[in-house]
């Protein structure tokens, strides 16, 4: 089992540019997340997913997209992307909440410049 | 912000000794759960505490849970220098996407051999 894997590692984009990243988890879990994370802030969910075709925000889901056409993706899209959103993203997924871990991937480091 | 805290934010201990960190919330929650980021990896869950459970151990890991006081604390024993990492309370309210964790802003443990 590869558990949650994240594509790309590494970004570097320019103000304005454009990308999408991708999360895919091969543990049949109905529920992905995607977090952002930015020093001394902890984690922040953008967006979840209860299932597949769907999608909810989170607590900051402005300048991002997302979509789950497969169980087992979840893809956070930036359109214009703008230097504020320089984090550290991580994917998650884990069963039916509540009293269920959530199982994380290793994370894409992403600058705009 | 619902953000959990954690106290202390940082903590330098000698190996052998023991960590002990605390997390505090402010509203009801359905479990509280520990995890672990080791410098630039995706968090490690660690052990996930109910809020009708006041203790609970896991190797050389002890939380406790007081719901009375909202909050809970994770004792690490006999620390070595593998356990230097962040440490992150999140809490899980209800069911459904009511049981998204929110995740606090983490206590960073250094270990020295």
């Known amino acids: 089992n590869a558990g949650v894997t994240q594509t790309p590692k590494f970004r570097v984009l320019k103000t304005g540019q454009s990308m999408t990243l991708l999360c895919a988890q091969d543990?049949?879990?109905?529920?992905m997340y995607w977090y952002r994370q930015d020093p001394g802030m902890g984690l922040r969910l953008i967006h979840y997913s209860v299932g597949e075709g769907t999608t909810a925000k989170g607590e900051v889901p402005d300048g991002y997209n997302v979509s789950r056409l497969k169980k087992q993706n979840f893809l956070l899209g930036l359109e214009s992307a703008a230097p504020s959103q320089t984090s550290v993203y991580f994917c998650?997924?884990?069963?039916?909440?509540?009293?269920?871990?959530?199982?994380f991937g290793p994370g894409t480091r992403l600058t705009v410049t | 912000s619902q953000q959990g805290e954690e106290d202390p934010q940082a903590l330098s201990i000698q190996e052998g000794e023991n960590a002990t960190m605390n997390c505090s919330y402010k509203t009801s929650i359905n479990n509280l759960q520990w995890y672990r980021q080791n410098s630039g990896r995706g968090l490690v869950h660690l052990i996930l505490?109910?809020?009708?459970?006041r203790e609970k151990h896991s190797g050389r890991l002890r939380v406790t849970l007081d719901t009375s006081k909202k909050s809970s604390s994770l004792l690490i024993t006999a620390s070595r220098a593998a356990d230097t990492a962040s440490y992150f309370c999140a809490r899980g309210a209800g069911g459904g996407s009511q049981g998204n964790l929110i995740f606090g802003k983490g206590t960073k443990l250094s270990v020295k051999p």
């Open positions: 543990m049949n879990h109905e529920y």
């Open positions: 505490i109910r809020s009708n459970e």
């Open positions: 998650a997924s884990s069963y039916q909440p509540p009293g269920y871990e959530q199982y």
